[in-house]
């Protein structure tokens, strides 16, 4: 049975003020949902709810189904099986590029343990950065940051990728890096749910605008 994350009549708010009303869709194994829009259209407030970051005003917010071997259950929060890469890096800069991966794996790895996740090493080395291993994650470049944490996606495998700007501060080769590796997830019956301005092979997905007419 295929990952069915279903969205329906969601409602969500951000400081008294209403940024999405009534919002449905569905999105399937395989498949990418762009969201787009204006600053303050409620675009990073709709991913942090998928994340389970935010509670919504109204409606609800499920997935469903099992990739064998995940050990997924239906009535678990979506949340559970999401992995969520927001604004921030998410990373101690005192602690290296090594320990901070770790640190994710421990945490996010706790509930359900995937035989394809990647140890840290293995993880850098995905992302092309294995020569920072050992540095603080304070020393490293924005770009370099951001790809240790688009790394945790690799420690820690989750079907359903939450991401906002997730090439922020990467360079061409590293964008080029990253639209490979969400073709890889969606081929393997992943789910994508991003906000985006940068081109990341996501030509066939499907496209959410908020805050109204461009």
Known sequence: MPFLLKVDRLTLARGGRTLVADLSFELKSGEALVVTGPNGAGKSTLLRALAGLLTPVSGSISISGAISGDGVDADDAPAIHAHYVGHADAMKSALTARENLAFWGAALGARNVRRDALAP??????????????????????????????????????????????????????????????????????????????????????????????
């Open 121 to 214: 090493d293995d993880v850098l080395r995905r992302v092309g950065l294995p020569q920072v291993a050992d540095l603080p994650t304070g020393w490293l470049s924005a770009g370099q940051k951001r790809r240790v944490a688009l790394g945790r996606l690799f420690v820690a495998p989750r079907p359903l990728w939450i991401l906002d700007e997730p090439a922020t501060a990467l360079d061409r080769a590293a964008q080029e890096r990253l639209a490979a590796e969400m073709a890889l997830h969606r081929k393997a019956g992943g789910l994508i749910v991003v906000a985006t301005h940068a081109p990341l092979g996501l030509e066939d997905a499907h496209e959410l605008q908020l805050g109204g007419a461009p």
